[in-house]
């Protein structure tokens, strides 16, 4: 009687996982090759938003009218060495586009008895404003991005055991804030914003009667 050898054979449960993964991997093929229409896929994935509700915490009255505002753009290459190391022992390289606004307004919340002037005929104003003011840098998540990063071997290792990443992020992004605030002082923008608001008064003034409307910046 011959005796059968079951020395070679795979184990019953190595079959059925086997087994298993091919009919896994065929239905993903049928899936995403859409051989069977309404066929649903089962890998494909969903998202869902399970935010909480938008709570106001403060509202604040503006009493400044926004005359201009500037778009910016910088790349900042920021790069930390050791004093006695290679680059590629200890440093850091970081090269970043940095794209922001800052807008430029007048104040209007403070302005003193007689700042505003009109004649006995009601035909003619004067206006007395401050200089325009620049806000903060508003830095655009979404049109700003880093280019390119190099690390040393200890950098590397270190930025599995520390924030040093985040702070580097964080130091870059205050950077181009920076750079985009000064740029936006030397670019004329409050001068822009002061045009704009004084011809803005006058149209306002003139529809309203009045023919002659001075505006000044002080």
């Not at 998202?47 to 778009?71: C, H, Q």
């Not at 071997?153 to 055991?161: A, E, K």
């Not at 002082?185 to 704009?196: F, I, V, W």
Request: aromatic share 8%; hydrophobic share 40%.
């Amino acid at each position: 009687m011959p005796v059968r050898n079951d020395a070679g054979r795979m184990p019953w449960w190595a079959r059925l996982a086997a087994g298993l993964l091919v009919l896994a991997g065929l239905l993903v093929l049928v899936a995403k090759a859409d051989l069977i229409p309404g066929l649903p896929n089962p890998f494909a994935e969903t998202t869902k938003d399970r935010s909480g509700p938008v709570v106001l915490k403060s509202i604040k009255d503006m009493s400044r009218f926004e005359g201009a505002s500037g778009n910016f753009q910088v790349i900042v290459d920021l790069q930390k060495d050791a004093t006695f190391l290679p680059d590629a022992v200890r440093g850091r390289r970081t090269l970043y586009v940095g794209a922001g606004s800052v807008n430029a307004y007048v104040e209007f919340g403070n302005l003193s008895d007689n700042a505003v002037k009109v004649s006995d005929d009601r035909t003619s104003a004067t206006i007395k404003l401050p200089h325009a003011n620049l806000e903060r840098t508003s830095l655009d998540p979404k049109r700003s991005y880093v280019v390119a990063q190099q690390r040393g071997f200890f950098d590397r290792i270190s930025d599995f055991f520390s924030s040093i990443p985040d702070q580097q992020q964080e130091q870059v992004q205050s950077l181009a804030a920076d750079k985009i605030q000064a740029a936006a002082k030397d670019s004329g923008l409050g001068s822009r914003a002061e045009a704009n608001t004084r011809a803005m008064l006058q149209q306002l003034l003139t529809s309203l009667g009045f023919t002659k409307v001075t505006v000044t910046f002080s």
